[in-house]
């Protein structure tokens, strides 16, 4: 399966709206087009390290979701509850995004388009920054205990960390 991250950001004004054209895209090249609060993203390794997984649960028929968007989500999250794996997802206003794109074809085809639903292409905003930190420590659940333990560096590496736990808790 071919994987694709991007970047960037984008104003959504009608958040149905917005999600359909992300499912469309999907549909007509037969792929899954899945966005994410960039906010909450790591790091390109989170993404990918959570698309391997989401792929692999459907590949073993251990998945938790009915679709890869969802099960991706899932893993993100680093929770199996679908609630808690929504508040990765975009919202009502300005986005920082991220959009995975996975699928046997299409993947390039799909790319192109996605990139004219965003304002702006930029894949900076998929790596990790200090102006990250507050809401990943929030989302992920990472304490003052963990930090002082390895450094607050190694916050990209606790939230790998949660996206592995998905597979115990399952």
């Keep these: 399966m071919i994987i694709q991250i991007m970047g960037g950001s984008v104003n959504i004004t009608d958040l149905d709206r917005f999600l359909k054209q992300l499912s469309d895209i999907g549909s007509t090249h037969n792929v899954t087009v899945q966005a994410l609060n960039a906010e909450l993203v790591s790091g390109s390794r989170h993404l990918m390290?959570?698309?391997?997984?989401?792929?692999?649960?459907?590949?073993?028929g251990r998945n938790t979701a009915n679709n890869l968007g969802m099960e991706i989500m899932l893993y993100a999250s680093g929770n199996l509850q679908i609630g808690r794996a929504l508040g990765m997802g975009v919202k009502t206003g300005d986005n920082r995004v991220a959009v995975v794109v996975a699928g046997n074809n299409g993947v390039d085809s799909a790319i192109s388009e996605v990139n004219e639903v965003l304002d702006?292409?930029?894949?900076?905003?998929?790596?990790?920054?200090?102006?990250?930190?507050?809401?990943?420590?929030?989302?992920?659940?990472?304490?003052?205990?963990?930090?002082?333990?390895?450094?607050?560096?190694?916050?990209?590496?606790?939230?790998?960390?949660?996206?592995?736990l998905v597979d115990v808790i399952k």
Excluded: C, M, W
């Design 49 to 60: 390290f959570a698309v391997g997984k989401a792929i692999r649960s459907f590949g073993s």
């Design 120 to 164: 702006t292409v930029d894949h900076a905003v998929l790596e990790y920054s200090k102006a990250k930190q507050d809401s990943l420590l929030e989302f992920f659940n990472i304490t003052r205990d963990e930090l002082d333990a390895v450094g607050e560096g190694k916050i990209p590496e606790l939230v790998l960390e949660r996206v592995a």
